[in-house]
């Protein structure tokens, strides 16, 4: 099957810095990327769709300026933690799609992102 | 966006089917049905989907029933490795095909 890559799986920073997280499809185009948010031993919580070349869509009570979502090219999204605080401390899943109702989501290995 | 209910936790024997039902009463005609998995700190794995007709792969079959109102994921012969949080979703029909996640149903497979 398909394949969405994220990297990195884990990282640790500091409060106050900045973490920028990828996600790749690796073998086939995607015009929409999904980026999620999950909470120990909560279910998975849409932030924001990223769509390719234009604006990131973001789901209600997510913070834009804090979340910025850059799809550059139909293969990579980037969600970068801005001024990143220990309740950002989650993990972080990405999912790619074709853009079809039809054709399921793929979704990468996840990032832990532990804020100290 | 159709919502979706599971119960929250299920077990079932190892080599022994295992049966996990969803209820989506609100769905629409033109929604799939898409069932994921996720094992402990992973991302979610997908599984099956359909419309309306049942449908069968290599990992199970999904069953909905005519009125479509809901449907059950048949694992035929579950394994240890089975064990993991089981999601059902109703797939958003607009330009973004957005997947929005339930609580899930948590399965246990028992030795």
């Known amino acids: 099957g398909a394949v969405v890559s994220q990297h990195p799986s884990w990282v640790i920073c500091k409060s106050g810095t900045s973490v920028k997280i990828e996600c790749r499809s690796l073998?086939?185009?995607?015009?929409?990327m999904f980026w999620y948010r999950q909470f120990p031993k909560q279910s998975l919580m849409l932030m924001a769709t990223s769509n390719e070349g234009s604006k990131a869509t973001y789901e209600q009570g997510v913070e834009k300026d804090k979340f910025l979502i850059n799809h550059a090219s139909l293969t990579l999204s980037t969600l970068t933690v801005t001024s990143a605080h220990p309740e950002d401390s989650s993990f972080y899943i990405c999912?790619?799609?074709?853009?079809?109702?039809?054709?399921?989501?793929?979704f990468g290995q996840g990032t832990r992102l532990t804020v100290v | 966006d159709a919502k979706t209910t599971q119960p929250p936790s299920m077990d079932c024997a190892e080599g022994r089917a295992a049966n996990l039902p969803c209820n989506h009463s609100t769905i629409s005609g033109n929604e799939y049905v898409y069932w994921y998995r996720q094992i402990h700190s992973q991302g979610p794995q997908y599984i099956i989907h359909g419309l309306k007709n049942n449908e069968t792969n290599e990992m199970a079959s999904l069953i909905i029933t005519e009125d479509r109102k809901s449907s059950t994921l048949i694992l035929p012969h579950a394994t240890l490795r089975d064990t993991a949080v089981y999601y059902c979703i109703v797939r958003v029909v607009d330009s973004s095909y957005k997947l929005i996640f339930g609580s899930g149903t948590r399965l246990l497979v028992r030795p």
């Open positions: 999912s790619a799609s074709p853009g079809h109702e039809n054709t399921e989501a793929f």
């Open positions: 073998d086939f185009q995607a015009t929409t």
